[in-house]
């Protein structure tokens, strides 16, 4: 028997882009800069991040506006990244830029370093398109789907702790789990208890 993955739209996933839908953006050129505590700074060019070593984790995408979904997504570990350009001892923050720096987004590292925390190019198998942040967009399974930057042009270790742009307008700061009711879109968009019905 074959099994057809779905993709993020099969699931009916909403598109959120609150500066703004990106349009088409140019994946064989997209560039992701690694700045800030690391003592081997860089700018990836698109080969050179795919050339990364890779994982593929199976966890959900949950909004704070009561929507989660699930699937096996691909991508880099944020500790591979650290590892690899050599973050510094005083980093304590991860800041991400989404394409045009209007969006961003901070977590701190104790998250960042988490086995699921990942820069994310695929959803079950199928490349992130524009919609849901490709060409590469940060995944946080473990905090409110704000933290999951889309699109994003510039990774930076920080000793700071910077607001981004929904925290800005009234989310917070730590974008831990309540309890709450949550639509599942893998099961047609139920309402489940959440987290307690999803992990
Ligand atoms: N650049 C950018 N990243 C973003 C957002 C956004 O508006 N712009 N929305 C965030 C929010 S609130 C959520 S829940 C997820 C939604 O991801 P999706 O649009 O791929 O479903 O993206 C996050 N990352
Ligand atoms: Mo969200």
Redesign the pocket.
Known sequence: MEIIMKY?KDYN???????GHPGKLDKENWKVEITGLVENPIVLDWKQLLNLPSKTVKTR?T???RWSVEGDWTGIAISEIAKIFKIKNNAKFLRVY?YKLI?DTTIDLNIAFKEKTILAYKFNGYDLTE???GPVRLLVPYL???K????VVKVEFTDTYTSG??EKRGYTDHATFENTLVRDLNDEGKLKQFPSEFF
């Open positions: 993020l996933t909403p598109i959120f882009w609150a500066e995408l909004s704070v506006t989404s969006y919609d849901y942040g409110w789907g704000y999951s930057a889309k699109s742009y929904w």
